[in-house]
């Protein structure tokens, strides 16, 4: 077995040391949110009544109350949240808002290959209906249409990158290796393709803050700090029970992302998979004339343990993934997020990656779970004889097809048939995840097979190859 690159070449650990001594735990994104885009609203008390009601107020059910009165103006419209709008993966995500709706052309290749034109035709549209909406709707969510970087750090990689590149794209730029350093300045690339039309960049909680704001403004009502503790289709609509209150309703979306699913059927079809990230303090001027990235591309490379980074709109670095961790027993659980381990070996990658940045502080560390399904994309359905809809497992990729899936499961309540609701993706279901203790065993041993293969010159062992046969698989 050989080493990677970020195994060869290791900064000191007073570089390391000195970088993390002042970091904040918690999510930058988050501490960066204006007073006016985060107000306290209030729990749910007594009984409210709505045409639609929605759990969860992350992006897809922010996208979804939007979408729904957007649609029909006069419709009642509640969202009923556990904790605070957007706390969760909405508001700590790397803020990469992609046109993949099947967490990359490979995966929806071997997937469903025949409907591939128009999976990717919906992606695009519904990325520039994310652009668009900051003025169609009078937001701000910093939305900037970058494109991705791809940088090749392992011999074998730049064989991938050349066959994509071959494909005949023209917004699929190939690099060679001085051509890669030269747009963002990293003795680790080796070559890179610049995909430029297919993301975007976002901030990621101001992105659910002005969701919420605009829902608000055409009649939505929030509620924060209000668990839903079951859901009653005993009567002709569908009730939302909490604690101290109800949502009596004629339809329900769900989503609820990572958290327990309320419908039994769908308890063992996600995982939480927990991610880490690193946000430096701002650059000064000669530390970005000495990165370069003047194009301010989302990065991300192409191992299976992957980093991901790109720049703020104040001109700082996150840096975040490499290790994605499963607990035993499928909890979301906050302790699980306090890995100094983690964070120190992010920090070790960063300077391997730009050494020319040595001295330079990270301002801020978190974490948070990901819904990751077998399929690596979400999945839709309804339930309850067409009165709640659902989608779920999103994988990583949640900035962008939240929105999508919105529109999909607006569809599916209102009994809409047309290229949405007919996708095969749509229509299908993943295979679940196994229950405990085979969940665990296989999770772990499949990360364990994706890292000997990033040191093995990506070559997949046995059972990475037989989980690709059976259409089954385990990402971040």
Known sequence: MGTTVFERRVPSASVIDHSLEQTRTGAFWIDDLPEELRPDRPPLHGTVTADLVIVGAGYTGLWTALLAKTRDPGRRVVVVEANRT????????????????????????????????????????????????????????????????????????????????????????FLDQDAAQAAVASPTYLAAVWEKATCGLVHPARLAAELARVAEERGVEIFERSRVQRLDTSGTGVTVVTEHGRVDADQAVLATNVFPSLLKRNRLMTVPVYDYALMTEPLSNAQLDAIGWHDRQGIGDMANQFHYYRLSQDGRILFGGYDALYHYGRRVDPSYEQRPDVWNKLASHFFTTFPQLEGLRFSHQWAGAIDTSTQFTAFFGTARGGRVAYAAGFTGLGVGSTRFAADVMLDLLAGVRNEKTELEMVRGRPLPFPPEPAAAIGINVTRWSLDRADHNQGRRNLLLKTLDKLGLGFDS
């Open 86 to 173: 957007g706390w969760a993966a909405s508001g700590r995500n790397g803020g990469f808002c992609e046109s993949s709706l099947t967490h990359g052309h490979e995966n929806g290749a071997n997937r469903w290959p025949d409907e591939l034109p128009l999976l990717d035709r919906l992606g695009r549209e519904n990325l520039d209906a994310i652009q668009a909406s900051e003025a169609e709707y009078g937001m701000d969510f910093q939305f900037e249409r970058t494109g991705e970087f791809a940088p090749a750090i392992e011999p074998h990689e730049v064989a991938w990158l050349e066959e994509w590149a071959a494909e005949g794209d023209p917004d699929v730029v």
